[in-house]
Structures are given as structure tokens and as C-alpha cells.
């Protein structure tokens, strides 16, 4: 039975003048279970013949087949299956990989393969002790000698199966008796029914096989075998049980863990890549916390205005010079307006300075006459006493509600309740003090009283305009719509558009939409940050790559395919990049923690939304920028990859 056929088989190297031919017409079969030596000078061909043999190279023309199915036609997929199942190489420089122990190199095609840590584990312990290295599982390559190294190697090997072993000169880098201890496990391993292919220069090795073939400037002189009676073939291949969810399983948590190892083996270098994404997501991070927490400071400011509440004053805007002629703005009309449906309270307001005086304090403050609603539509609460009722508007009573400045200020820590205060000569009760109010900024410094407008005009100070009325519109009632419609009242019973409107939504919403634009724009030179970042990380993935040829070599060598390598070095990118991201969420956080214990204006606030948003773009940087590398890496040929030091 034949496991292997090669017809015509011809191999050139170069293009034009250089163009030579390795391998010229070989034909050549080989029995399942044999042991076949490879013999011929230096630069005869031999090792072109086992890389195309092993799928590690591809031939120029003719045909090869392995267990009757055709090479050439396979995909590079099909063929880093095979090479990962199949065969099982053994090289003259062992190839080890460094950064593993024994037990790792021995293990690793079972990645590939995807079986589970415990198996592999297992099967790799098995074959340790078989070639007598039990003590030898936690040494690196380096801490073991050639002879140690090259049975590690034939571990690894044989771990998936190995049905047919190819060994490149396995002995020319040992000692004689290493190579004797080598050649005899190869011997064994035929004898057990594997396919062994063995190349060599040297007549003893040669003369363990079975079938000795000598081959010359690339082409096959002699072909002699010693036995046409044969071990039985072995039977035994691996069974696949494992589900397709499981092998991509293992394959991430593999790429992960070598990931990891990666980036612990050069810690100075993955934390400067890491750095441009700290910054960059630090200071995305801090700007949306300080955007929140500033905005949620000035809605807190804008709710002591209320929501829904709409403003009316005379004149064309803010310091119209105009303003204080037009006397138009009365309170019949906040009369008219407080029988309006969806009016739900209302207060005209009428301003003023004056002198109070209690006993023997003075002080200058300002006087408020308002409506008896004026706590309802301002949005305030009295800390003690009672607000105003109708009939002492109706009546221009002398009471007063004072506020906390003038508690303070005029009876300190005595009660106000039930004292006469005189303000411009006019006495006034107090009948109750408000609440004080959690402002932003500096805090109010003036004096303020309030009064029912009727007291205001008629006993303090004998006029009768009014400086605005402020109206809160039932909340079911889309605040716009109630701005329009008393624009359109007030300009009916003014007879023109003397006064403008201030609704508390707009400005709430102006507010909000300044906020936005600020953390947009710095957000996006945040971006730019975390793209240079991003620059950083690919470049060191460049480098990383270039530094690893050899290693992606060895693990396409034995079965790894293009995936698995693009796999290995994409994680590694968004690895760094996660991790960048992690350490800038942490030192925003302590930050934050600074800024909310020494800075009293506002908080930063950070929210679960922008920590999860963060984690996800220095990912998808990760993915962006580690792609180029790591698809160079798995573009990489196998052979060429093997053939760099
Ligand atoms: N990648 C390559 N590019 C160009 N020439 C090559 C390459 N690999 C091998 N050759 C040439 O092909 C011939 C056979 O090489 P090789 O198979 O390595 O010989 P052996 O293993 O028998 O010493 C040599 O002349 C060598 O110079
Ligand atoms: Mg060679």
C-alpha cells in the first residue's frame, strides 16, 4: 500500500540566469509503514525533496500524492493539517521553540490540533518519560543539550500521531552516542508501524532503514531495499471528539497565553506601546466624567428655575436700553394670563433696593413683590413659617418672607417669625423664612425680602410697574407651545411685540447642547491620541513579527495554520491595547477619586457606559492596527520563515 507517490516531481529555485532545478523528474513511492534513507552529498537535493515531501514547499511540476489524494490540489489549510496530523518532522537543529519548556515544545501541535490542556498535558508527560526526560519538563531548550533537545523534538514530533516521520538529518548536529540513543528511537518508533523518511549523509545511519535511496545533483541514482516484508502499517490515528465551539475555545485561550508570555518577555517595551493608549483613553474617559459631572452641576442650577417655567419681560432682549420706558407689562396681564388653562401658577414681580431695619441693624437689600404663588413657580421651599395666602395679596398686607442671607445677617441665630422689620419706612411682619438654596458658583451675597406685589406697589414703593412675570406652565403642557400662544395673547393686548420671553426648557437645552460640543471636541482630540497610540501598537507588532519569523516557522512546521498565527498575533495587539485601556480606565478612576476630594464645583462622574465604551475602542484599536501585522505574519511560507535565524 502505497502512503506517498511522486511522478515527474521537478523543484527549480530562481527566475532567469539563477534559475536552477533542485529536484529533476523524481519518481518515487513509499510503502506504508517503511523506513526509507534519503542518502546524497551536500546540495544534492535532499532537503528540498523532504520540504516538498512534508508540505512545507511546494514543487514547480508533477504530481504527489498522499494516501492517493493529489498535493497540489489541496488548499494551504488542507496542508497545515496535514503537516500538523500526519506528518511529523524532525529537523537537524531541533527547532525548538525558546521561549517554551520542554513540556510546552512538546505539547504545542496539540494546539493546533485542538485538543484540551488536560490531554495535552498528559500526552506530553507520557512521551517525556518514554525518551527519559520526566526531570527535564520545566527546562527551557537552552538548559538542555543537543542530544535532550532532539528527543524533545521527536516528542513533539509524534504528540498528534505522526504517521509518517520525517527526520532531516536528525543526527548531524549530536555526538555519536546521542545520535546512536536518537537513531535507536527512530528505529523503534518504525518498528512500531510508523512511516519513517530519513535524510543523511552518513552510511551508518543509513543502514538502520529499510530502503536506501541515494539521489544526486536532484536526481535519484540508486533505490535498494533490504526487506520486501514489512511491520504492519499502524492503525492507530487519533479520533477526533472534540466540537468545533471547543477547538476555537482552546485556540483563543492558547493565543492568549502566548500572548501574555509575549508581552511579559519584553515588559519595558509593551508598556511605552501601551502608553499612547493609556494617555488616549485616560483622557477620553476624564473628559466625558468632567462633561457629566459639570452638566449635571449646571442642570442642578437650572432646576432652582424650574422646569417649565417661562419668563416675560419688556423690551426687545437682555440690556435693551429701552426697557425701562415700556410700561406696558402689568399685572392685568398676569391676571389674565393665571385664568389660562394650562398655566399653573404664576407671579408678576416687581424689583427693588431699600434699606431695612430691625432694632438697631440696618442693611441695604433688595425687596421682591410677587404673587402668593411665587414659591411654586420659582421652585422654592420655606425652611420655617408659611408662604403668603390670597387675601393678603388681594389686601396688600404687610407681611414678608426673608431669606437665609437676611436671617442671617439681621437676627443671626434668633427666629425671624413674628419680628417687624421696616423697610423704607414701611413696617412689614415676617411671616417666613426660605430655605437656603444649593447654588452653583459664587453664592448670592444679597439681601433678599418678598412681599406680596400689591404691598410692594401700593405701601412700599408707590409705582406701578412690574419688571417681569414669571409663569409655570402645567407639566403635561409642551412648554413651547404655551410660549407661542402667550406671545400671541400678550401681543393682542399690547397691540405689539414690546416684551420677549425666556423658557427654561430652551435654556436648559442650550445648556445641554453646549456640554455636547465641548466633549465632542476634545473627545476627538482624545481620538487622535488613542490613534497614534494605535501607530505605536503597530509598529511594535511590525517589529514583533520580523523578530519571530523563526518561531512562525516552526509553528506552521508543525501544523499551525494561517489562522491560528494571524489569530496568535491579533490577540497580542488587542492584548496591549486592552491593557492599555485598563490601566487608563484605573488612572482615571484615581483621578476622579483626586479631583471629587480636592475640588469642590463639581464631580467627576464616571459612568459604567463610558468605562465599557473605552474597552471597547481600545480593542477595536487593537483589532485595526494588529491586523496588518498579524496577516503579514501568517502570510508568511513556511520554509522561508523556517530558514531565518
Ligand atoms: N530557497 C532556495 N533558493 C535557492 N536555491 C536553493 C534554495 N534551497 C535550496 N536551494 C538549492 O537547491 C539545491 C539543493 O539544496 P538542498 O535540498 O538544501 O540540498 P541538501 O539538503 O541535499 O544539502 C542546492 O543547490 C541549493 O543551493
Ligand atoms: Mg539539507
Known amino acids: 500500500m502505497k502512503i506517498i507517490e511522486l511522478k515527474e516531481v521537478n523543484k527549480y529555485f530562481g527566475v532567469g540566469n539563477n534559475k536552477i ?81 520542554a513540556l510546552e515544545n512538546i505539547a504545542l501541535p496539540c494546539i493546533y490540533y485542538g485538543m484540551n490542556d488536560k490531554t495535552r498535558v498528559e500526552k506530553a508527560k507520557k512521551l517525556l518519560s518514554d525518551f527519559e526526560l520526566e526531570n527535564r519538563s520545566d527546562n527551557k531548550p537552552n538548559e538542555l543539550s543537543g542530544g535532550q533537545q532532539q528527543r524533545v523534538s521527536i516528542a513533539r514530533a509524534l504528540i498528534n500521531g505522526a504517521e509518517i516521520i520525517l527526520a532531516d538529518e536528525p543526527t548531524g548536529a549530536l555526538d555519536s552516542k546521542s545520535g546512536e540513543m536518537v ?45 520486501s516484508v514489512l511491520h504492519k502499517a499502524q492503525k492507530e490515528r487519533l479520533i477526533d471528539k472534540k466540537s468545533r465551539f471547543d477547538y476555537i475555545r482552546y485556540q483563543i485561550y492558547e493565543s492568549f497565553k502566548m500572548s501574555l508570555k509575549a508581552v511579559k518577555t519584553h515588559k519595558m517595551r509593551s508598556l511605552l506601546t501601551m502608553l499612547g493608549i493609556i494617555i488616549g483613553i485616560a483622557s477620553v474617559v476624564s473628559v466625558v466624567a468632567l462633561g457629566n459631572g459639570s452638566k ?57 433696593q431699600g434699606l431695612i431695619i430691625y432694632k438697631n441693624k440696618s442693611a441695604i437689600s433688595s425687596l421682591d413683590g410677587v404673587s402668593a404663588e411665587f414659591l411654586e413657580v420659582n421652585n422654592k421651599k420655606l425652611q420655617i413659617g408659611r408662604k403668603f395666602n390670597v387675601s393678603e395679596v388681594e389686601t396688600a398686607a404687610a407681611v414678608a418672607i426673608i431669606d437665609q442671607n437676611t436671617q442671617k445677617e439681621i437676627f443671626g441665630n434668633n427666629s425671624a417669625l413674628g419680628e417687624i422689620v421696616i423697610f423704607n419706612r414701611q413696617p412689614l411682619k415676617i411671616i417666613g423664612v426660605m430655605a437656603q438654596e444649593d447654588n452653583f458658583g459664587p453664592p448670592d451675597v444679597n439681601l433678599n425680602i418678598y412681599t406680596p406685589y400689591t404691598t410692594a406697589m401700593y405701601k412700599v414703593l408707590g409705582n406701578h410697574e412690574i419688571s417681569s412675570i414669571t409663569i409655570k406652565v402645567s407639566d403635561d403642557i409642551n412648554s413651547y ?141 487593537g483589532i485595526l492596527f494588529g491586523y496588518m501585522p498579524a496577516r503579514n505574519a501568517s502570510n508568511l511560507n513556511p520554509i522561508e520563515a523556517l530558514a531565518r535565524d
Do not use: W
Open 481 to 621: 407651545l404655551a410660549e407661542s400662544d402667550l406671545t400671541k395673547i400678550l401681543i393682542a393686548l399690547h397691540g405689539k411685540k414690546d416684551f420677549f420671553t425666556m423658557n427654561s426648557d430652551s435654556v436648559r437645552k442650550m445648556v445641554e447642547s453646549i456640554a455636547n460640543t465641548m466633549t465632542i471636541l476634545i473627545s476627538s482630540i482624545a481620538v487622535i491620541a488613542l490613534v497614534v497610540g494605535g501607530i505605536g501598537v503597530m509598529n511594535i507588532m511590525l517589529v514583533s513579527v520580523t523578530e519571530r519569523t523563526k518561531e512562525i516557522g516552526i509553528r506552521m512546521a508543525i501544523g499551525a495554520k494561517r489562522k491560528n498565527i494571524l489569530q496568535q498575533f491579533l490577540t497580542e495587539a488587542v492584548l496591549l491595547c486592552l491593557m492599555g485601556g485598563i490601566v487608563g480606565i484605573l488612572l482615571t478612576m484615581l483621578f476622579s477619586f483626586l479631583f471629587n476630594n480636592f475640588i469642590d464645583d463639581f464631580k467627576m462622574i464616571l459612568s459604567l457606559d463610558a468605562i465599557l465604551i473605552a474597552l471597547f475602542f481600545s480593542m477595536t484599536i
Open 183 to 227: 537513531m535507536n528511537i527512530i528505529k523503534n518508533l518504525h518498528k512500531k508501524g510508523h512511516t519513517v523518511i530519513l535524510v543523511t549523509h552518513d552510511k551508518n545511519i543509513a543502514s538502520y532503514a529499510n530502503r536506501i535511496i541515494e539521489i544526486k545533483d536532484g536526481e535519484i541514482i540508486s533505490d535498494t531495499m533490504k526487506n
Open 21 to 101: 532545478c533542485a529536484l529533476k523528474n523524481i519518481n518515487l513511492s513509499v510503502d506504508k509503514g517503511d523506513f526509507v534513507a534519503i542518502m546524497g552529498q551536500s546540495g544534492s537535493g535532499k532537503s528540498t525533496l523532504m520540504n516538498i515531501l512534508g508540505c512545507l514547499d511546494s514543487f514547480s511540476s508533477g504530481s504527489y500524492k498522499i494516501d492517493g489524494i493529489e498535493v497540489a490540489n489541496m488548499d494551504k489549510n488542507a496542508q497545515a493539517e496535514l503537516r500538523c496530523r500526519t506528518f511529523g518532522f524532525i529537523f537537524q537543529k531541533y527547532n525548538l521553540l525558546t521561549s517554551l519548556n
Open 296 to 352: 449635571e452641576k449646571i442642570m442642578e442650577n437650572l432646576n432652582s428655575i424650574g422646569a417649565n417655567t417661562i419668563i416675560i419681560f419688556p423690551g426687545k432682549g437682555f440690556g435693551d436700553k429701552e426697557a425701562s420706558k415700556i410700561k406696558t407689562l402689568k399685572i392685568s396681564d398676569a391676571k389674565i394670563f393665571s385664568k389660562l388653562s394650562y398655566v399653573d401658577s404664576i407671579s408678576p414681580n416687581i424689583a427693588a
